[in-house]
């Protein structure tokens, strides 16, 4: 069973442009979550999406957002890109719903503005 | 609000001598605590988590951890170390909807 799959793995982009990240979830699963991993700040919650709808939004400015499509998978996007938008973005799925489900990662997409 | 803590930015153990990474948490509620393992330029892999039930929880690649609910800890070990154990780990605790919330990681270090 193929994991949850991430592209692009790499990116550099320039201060102020746009960016968009792919997230496949593993298959028949259809929670789908997203997390900013930094040095200086760890791992932090971005938001969660279950059946298209997001259900819960870490503290980011509005300048993340995200959203999920029909067969599970989800997008994040993050305009206007800073220079401490630096950071590995990480995408999890979960096959249910509810509290103390496991959620399992992807490899990342590593993103580095410059 | 939940919480968890790693007190060490890291630990050092000799190969075949046994690891405990620790972690403490603060939670509303019941805990729902899980342990990650990453390895450099990787996402986070599962390696075990306690929802209840017996303290005593068994995980992958012969790691357990031990909940301790009087001191709110839930202490990662492996009865011996092995070289490729080195990594960065994480606690985490899971709150409504998958969110969750990590400590900041703990980097293990097992020397031959």
């Known amino acids: 069973k193929a994991g949850v799959t991430q592209t692009p793995r790499y990116l550099i982009k320039t201060r102020g442009q746009q960016v968009t990240l792919s997230c496949s979830p593993i298959s028949g699963h259809r929670s789908v979550s997203w997390y900013q991993q930094t040095p200086g700040q760890g791992l932090q919650f971005l938001f969660e999406y279950f059946s298209e709808t997001q259900r819960n939004k870490g503290n980011f400015p509005g300048r993340f957002s995200g959203r999920q499509f029909s067969n599970s998978r989800s997008e994040m996007n993050v305009s206007t890109l800073e220079l401490g938008d630096s950071a590995l973005y990480l995408c999890a799925s979960s096959l249910l719903v509810g509290t103390g489900n496991t959620i399992y990662f992807g490899e990342g997409s590593w993103l580095t503005v410059v | 609000a939940q919480s968890v803590a790693q007190p060490e930015d890291q630990v050092n153990v000799a190969e075949g001598n046994p690891l405990t990474v620790k972690c403490t948490y603060s939670v509303s509620g019941n805990p729902y605590l899980f342990w990650y393992v990453q390895y450099p330029n990787r996402g986070l892999q599962f390696l075990l988590k306690?929802?209840?039930?017996?303290?005593l929880v068994k995980g992958s690649y012969g790691f357990e951890a031990e909940f301790n609910k009087s001191q709110t800890s839930f202490h990662l070990k492996k009865p011996s170390a092995l070289v490729s154990d080195s990594a960065l780990y994480f606690c985490?605790?899971?709150?409504?909807?998958?969110?969750?919330?990590f400590g900041s990681g703990t980097k293990l270090n097992v020397k031959p």
């Open positions: 306690y929802i209840t039930g017996d303290n």
């Open positions: 985490a605790v899971s709150d409504n909807f998958n969110k969750f919330y």
